[in-house]
């Protein structure tokens, strides 16, 4: 079965400084990897995926297979990034949509 | 982007009774919707996917029959825990994928069942 491990349950930095959020993962497999947010009090939503390598909001995130991690990267942190961070797997095949969460990170940018 | 909705956003209920929480996709169609609980201060766990026009499908671990789900349009979920207890109480969060067959989730806001 797959797992998803989120070390920190708590990040504190000042704005300005870099931050990253840690997110390994145990599967077999070839997963798909997400980074979701929760904004205080709004839903989830979805902030990256690994397929897309893009970056959203200045966070990049990337998927290293040897050392199974998904890392959440911001160089310059702002106020507005503080929230709750879940890294999220999809084992793929017929699991199609089923997420397994990570425990969360709650991010805090102080100012 | 699409939206998912869920109703009732919270809701207190007595030991012994049954309660129904919808899920409905606003602006898209679902074939298949998945409902999570989650605990406080903890994460997000799935528990069932729901699927349009046949039975849901449950997380090993996960009682049927207390967490009865029915998915009888394409655009509406329902999950109800009947004979509901006390452990029962925590948050329920449903989601959607935009397209059939797509990983990336549409979450709704989630809803807060209190047993009593």
């Known amino acids: 079965a797959q797992r998803v491990t989120q070390p920190e349950k708590l990040l504190s930095v000042f704005k300005g400084a870099p931050v990253e959020l840690k997110c390994n993962y145990s599967?077999?497999?070839?997963?798909?990897l997400f980074w979701y947010v929760q904004y205080s009090r709004q839903r989830l939503q979805l902030l990256l995926r690994?397929?897309s390598r893009e970056s959203i909001k200045g966070f990049t995130a990337d998927l290293n297979k040897g050392e199974t991690s998904f890392h959440l990267k911001k160089p310059f942190a702002q106020e507005e990034d503080s929230a709750m961070y879940y890294c999220a797997l999809n084992a793929g095949g017929t699991s199609y949509g089923k997420l397994t969460f990570g425990q969360g990170t709650i991010l805090t940018v102080h100012p | 982007g699409a939206v998912v909705s869920q109703h009732p956003s919270w809701v207190i209920c007595k030991s012994g009774t049954s309660v129904k929480i919808e899920c409905r996709s606003l602006d898209f169609q679902a074939t298949t919707m998945f409902w999570y609980r989650q605990f406080p201060k903890q994460s997000l766990m799935l528990m069932a996917t729901s699927n349009e026009g046949s039975k849901a499908t449950y997380e090993q671990g996960v009682e049927k029959d207390k967490f009865l789900i029915n998915h009888a349009s394409l655009t509406l979920s329902t999950l109800t825990v009947t004979s509901a207890h006390p452990e029962d109480s925590s948050f329920y969060i449903c989601?959607?994928?935009?397209?059939?067959?797509?990983?990336?989730?549409?979450f709704g806001p989630g809803t807060r069942l209190t047993v009593l």
């Open positions: 599967y077999s497999g070839s997963p798909e």
């Open positions: 989601s959607a994928p935009r397209r059939a067959g797509w990983n990336e989730q549409f």
């Open positions: 690994h397929i």
